[in-house]
């Protein structure tokens, strides 16, 4: 299995980024996706989820009408819309996939390798 995330980069305060991950080697259509992010020193917590059928999401309460999560079934892939980013959303950006856990704890089975996200001041 492989969870390639793209689209990180620098952007200033209040600008957008669009984060995707690629997904390889597993039936995508049976997987709840989570989107994660570290930030230095700091512990991996959980941003969105969305299930397999699309039909629920999750998002941590700082990113609520900020981020969106999306995915397409068939190009096997799950985004991460973020709108009037904060210097302190930078942090690496992790995709997860899960075929029973959609929650935010980092209990999904398959981790991509993270996609760094700056946002100056």
């Known amino acids: 299995v492989q969870l390639q995330a793209s689209g990180g980069g620098l952007v200033q305060a209040g600008g957008s980024l669009r984060l995707s991950c690629a997904a390889s080697?597993?039936?995508?259509?049976?997987?709840?996706m989570g989107w994660f992010r570290q930030a230095p020193g700091k512990e991996r917590e959980f941003v969105s989820a969305?299930?397999?059928?699309?039909?629920?999401?999750s998002h941590q309460d700082s990113v609520k009408g900020r981020f969106s999560i999306s995915r397409d079934n068939v190009k096997n892939t799950v985004s991460l819309q973020m709108n009037s980013l904060k210097p302190e959303d930078t942090a690496v950006y992790y995709c997860?996939?899960?075929?029973?856990?959609?929650?935010?704890?980092?209990?999904?089975?398959?981790w991509g390798q993270g996609t760094l996200v700056t946002v100056s001041s």
């Open positions: 997860a996939a899960d075929r029973i856990h959609m929650g935010s704890l980092p209990e999904y089975a398959y």
């Open positions: 080697g597993l039936t995508f259509s049976n997987y709840n």
């Open positions: 969305i299930s397999w059928s699309g039909s629920r999401i």
